[in-house]
């Protein structure tokens, strides 16, 4: 408030001195008009303020950011100049085309040597560790001949943000017009041989000169073989990038054909062969669909154009080509020198007298197993989908026979064997819990391995257990006879108690001696503290040592025992017997 008043106080003409002095306060209907104006000023009814420069004031803007400061100027009017970047503060910086400039200074060559230069070769601008010129037997500084020139003093370039990112700072067009000059050389040459060699072949006969009417009229004679090699050389010359074919295609302009070398343009993206959401996912990053996109469509993989990644990997030789090379590896760890690259013959006929054999063996095992155990005709026997002429297999038709859903992918199995039923049982081991124990469902038998007795078991199971409900206090009277190895495995564990009892005596009787000596040790310790205690007591509290009633160790259990012993309760009738 004080600033704006301050502000708004200070005359217009102004004294020709600042005066620091903090001006009167406005009167409260200066005040009210003073606010009145603002409001009109907001509104677009009064014109804006204008600050010293000429410029209008936003009325918007709060009086704490257009007003300046009282103690820098009080005599100042409200203005923006404070708030904007101030000019005497301002980095500068170089323009864009300035550079260091390379070389060394012109029209500048010293005869004698000149005090403060380098020592080896006389230049003002280094000294002699800095110097790059090859080291010489006796320096300038005592020859005074051969003083090399000053190089260019490099100035402090300092650039802004776009100045040093300029990639072509610094850089010599001129430097360009050299390559330019090379290269036309380099064509001034070539067609020069050109010309040499054909006025060789005119000289020699070898080559016509082409005066006939076929040539004059536009035609091409049929032994113009030389002229065509003329031109073939002429196309196998090096071109320039001007002069090369546009990225994928070849354009002939005898044959008037376009080549193309990229894939087809019309080629379906792997993403928009199926839209359905649920479909094959698709692999941005990699641009791999492994699934078929056509799965659920009730195509088949071989007719469609794409039928996913994992249909060409899986596909063909791929798989004979993955067993073969497994195949090289196993051999190769048992002996075998075989290898896919280099002796694939060598390797698939030992692979096919492999597989010879392996069927041949497993052919007599199998025989050799059914004479000794029999059971051909389970092995002959029908799968069960045609024996029950049913599936678990769930799969949906639209009304036109297509397949909208089919079989879900199989869930993963354990290693272990699942739902296999023994003895009779239509269910598995564990899937009946009663009272802690584990059991069949079907005869509710807490016995594994036992033969099913179904319903009748659980009849047996819920009798026995309403029995045990009421008579639960028998259970206590009764007591199983035990047997010999039970009564065997007791007299065990009691003979090991007792040797564990005399073992731990033992040791109990040297702990304890020596739980004694250092209790010994801390009762002398405790009367010893007592004693010099008491002296410490006493004498004058000016007199006493520094922090000798102060400890910082942590007491152990044998001297916390001793304190006990000898510590004097006020309330003990014995106290004062103590002493004596």
């Given at each position: 408030?004080?600033?704006?008043?301050?502000?708004?106080?200070?005359?217009?003409?102004?004294?020709?001195?600042?005066?620091?002095?903090?001006?009167?306060?406005?009167?409260?209907?200066?005040w009210?008009?003073?606010?009145?104006?603002?409001?009109?000023?907001?509104?677009?009814?009064?014109p804006?303020?204008?600050?010293?420069?000429?410029?209008?004031?936003?009325?918007?803007?709060?009086?704490?950011?257009?007003?300046?400061?009282?103690?820098?100027?009080?005599?100042?009017?409200?203005?923006?100049?404070?708030?904007?970047p101030?000019?005497?503060?301002?980095?500068?910086?170089?323009?864009?085309?300035?550079?260091?400039k390379?070389?060394?200074?012109?029209?500048?060559?010293?005869?004698?040597?000149?005090?403060?230069?380098?020592?080896?070769?006389?230049?003002?601008?280094?000294?002699?560790?800095?110097?790059?010129?090859?080291?010489?037997?006796?320096?300038?500084?005592?020859?005074?001949?051969?003083?090399?020139?000053?190089?260019?003093?490099?100035?402090?370039?300092?650039?802004?943000?776009?100045?040093?990112?300029?990639?072509?700072?610094?850089?010599?067009?001129?430097?360009?017009m050299?390559?330019v000059?090379?290269?036309?050389?380099?064509?001034?040459?070539?067609?020069?041989?050109?010309?040499?060699?054909?006025q060789?072949?005119?000289?020699?006969?070898?080559?016509?000169?082409?005066?006939?009417?076929?040539?004059?009229?536009?035609?091409?004679?049929?032994?113009?073989?030389?002229?065509?090699?003329?031109?073939?050389?002429?196309?196998?010359?090096?071109?320039?990038?001007?002069?090369?074919?546009?990225?994928?295609?070849?354009?002939?302009?005898?044959?008037?054909?376009?080549?193309?070398?990229?894939?087809?343009?019309?080629d379906?993206?792997?993403?928009?062969?199926n839209?359905?959401?649920?479909?094959?996912?698709?692999?941005?990053?990699?641009?791999?669909?492994?699934e078929?996109p056509?799965?659920?469509?009730?195509?088949?993989?071989?007719?469609?154009?794409?039928?996913?990644d994992?249909?060409v990997?899986?596909?063909?030789?791929?798989?004979?080509?993955?067993?073969?090379?497994?195949?090289?590896?196993?051999?190769?760890?048992?002996?075998?020198?075989?290898?896919l690259?280099?002796?694939?013959?060598?390797?698939?006929?030992?692979?096919?007298?492999?597989?010879?054999?392996?069927?041949?063996?497993?052919?007599?095992?199998?025989?050799?197993?059914?004479?000794k155990?029999?059971?051909?005709?389970?092995l002959?026997?029908?799968?069960?989908?045609?024996?029950?002429?049913?599936?678990?297999?769930?799969?949906?038709?639209?009304?036109?026979?297509?397949?909208?859903?089919?079989?879900?992918?199989?869930?993963?199995?354990?290693?272990?064997?699942?739902?296999?039923?023994?003895?009779?049982?239509?269910?598995?081991?564990?899937s009946?819990?009663?009272?802690?124990?584990?059991?069949?469902k079907?005869?509710?038998?807490?016995?594994?391995?036992?033969?099913?007795?179904?319903?009748?078991?659980?009849?047996i199971?819920?009798?026995?257990?309403?029995?045990?409900?009421?008579?639960?206090g028998?259970?206590?009277?009764?007591?199983?006879?035990?047997?010999?190895?039970?009564?065997?495995q007791?007299?065990?564990?009691?003979?090991?108690?007792?040797?564990?009892?005399?073992s731990?005596?033992?040791?109990?009787?040297?702990?304890?001696?020596?739980?004694?000596?250092?209790?010994?040790?801390?009762?002398?310790a405790?009367?010893?503290?007592?004693?010099?205690?008491?002296?410490?007591?006493?004498?004058?509290?000016?007199?006493r040592?520094?922090n000798?009633?102060?400890?910082?160790r942590?007491?152990?259990?044998?001297?916390?025992?001793?304190?006990?012993?000898?510590?004097?309760?006020p309330?003990?009738?014995?106290?004062?017997?103590?002493?004596?």
């Amino acid at each position: 408030m004080a600033s704006g008043a301050v502000a708004n106080a200070a005359p217009a003409g102004g004294a020709s001195e600042v005066s620091l002095e903090e001006p009167k306060k406005m009167t409260r209907e200066d005040w009210r008009k003073k606010k009145e104006l603002e409001e009109q000023r907001k509104l677009g009814n009064a014109p804006a303020e204008v600050d010293e420069e000429g410029k209008d004031i936003n009325p918007h803007i709060p009086q704490y950011i257009s007003s300046v400061p009282w103690y820098i100027d009080p005599s100042k009017r409200p203005t923006l100049k404070h708030q904007r970047p101030q000019p005497e503060k301002q980095k500068q910086y170089n323009s864009s085309g300035d550079w260091y400039k390379r070389g060394v200074q012109e029209n500048s060559v010293a005869t004698r040597y000149r005090k403060g230069a380098c020592e080896n070769c006389g230049a003002l601008t280094h000294k002699k560790k800095d110097c790059m010129e090859r080291p010489r037997k006796v320096g300038a500084k005592y020859t005074g001949m051969n003083i090399a020139p000053d190089e260019h003093v490099q100035p402090q370039l300092m650039f802004d943000y776009d100045g040093k990112r300029d990639r072509w700072n610094g850089y010599n067009p001129e430097e360009h017009m050299k390559i330019v000059e090379e290269y036309s050389k380099v064509d001034l040459a070539k067609r020069t041989l050109k010309a040499q060699k054909l006025q060789e072949e005119l000289a020699s006969g070898k080559l016509e000169q082409v005066n006939s009417p076929r040539h004059q009229w536009g035609e091409e004679e049929p032994n113009s073989q030389t002229e065509r090699d003329h031109n073939s050389e002429d196309e196998d010359e090096d071109k320039y990038a001007d002069d090369i074919d546009m990225p994928g295609q070849n354009f002939d302009s005898k044959r008037r054909i376009t080549v193309r070398n990229l894939r087809i343009r019309e080629d379906i993206a792997k993403y928009l062969r199926n839209l359905d959401p649920n479909s094959a996912y698709y692999d941005p990053k990699t641009r791999a669909m492994r699934e078929n996109p056509y799965a659920n469509t009730g195509k088949n993989p071989d007719e469609v154009g794409y039928a996913g990644d994992n249909f060409v990997r899986y596909t063909g030789d791929t798989i004979s080509m993955a067993q073969t090379q497994l195949f090289a590896w196993e051999a190769y760890d048992k002996g075998s020198e075989v290898h896919l690259q280099a002796d694939p013959t060598k390797l698939e006929l030992l692979y096919k007298s492999f597989k010879v054999k392996k069927e041949d063996f497993k052919a007599q095992q199998k025989e050799s197993i059914l004479e000794k155990y029999g059971g051909q005709e389970h092995l002959d026997a029908p799968p069960a989908e045609l024996l029950l002429a049913q599936t678990e297999d769930y799969v949906e038709y639209s009304r036109h026979g297509t397949v909208i859903k089919g079989q879900e992918k199989a869930i993963a199995c354990s290693k272990y064997e699942e739902d296999v039923k023994i003895n009779n049982h239509t269910s598995i081991w564990g899937s009946y819990w009663k009272e802690g124990k584990w059991g069949y469902k079907c005869c509710h038998s807490f016995v594994k391995y036992s033969y099913c007795t179904g319903e009748a078991g659980k009849e047996i199971a819920n009798t026995e257990a309403s029995l045990l409900e009421e008579q639960p206090g028998e259970e206590e009277h009764m007591t199983k006879p035990k047997t010999l190895m039970e009564i065997h495995q007791e007299k065990q564990k009691e003979k090991k108690k007792k040797k564990h009892k005399k073992s731990s005596n033992s040791d109990s009787e040297g702990e304890e001696k020596k739980k004694q000596e250092k209790l010994k040790k801390a009762l002398n310790a405790e009367e010893a503290r007592l004693l010099h205690v008491k002296e410490i007591m006493q004498l004058d509290e000016r007199k006493r040592p520094y922090n000798s009633q102060f400890e910082a160790r942590e007491p152990t259990e044998e001297e916390m025992e001793a304190y006990r012993m000898k510590r004097q309760r006020p309330d003990d009738p014995m106290a004062s017997f103590l002493g004596q």
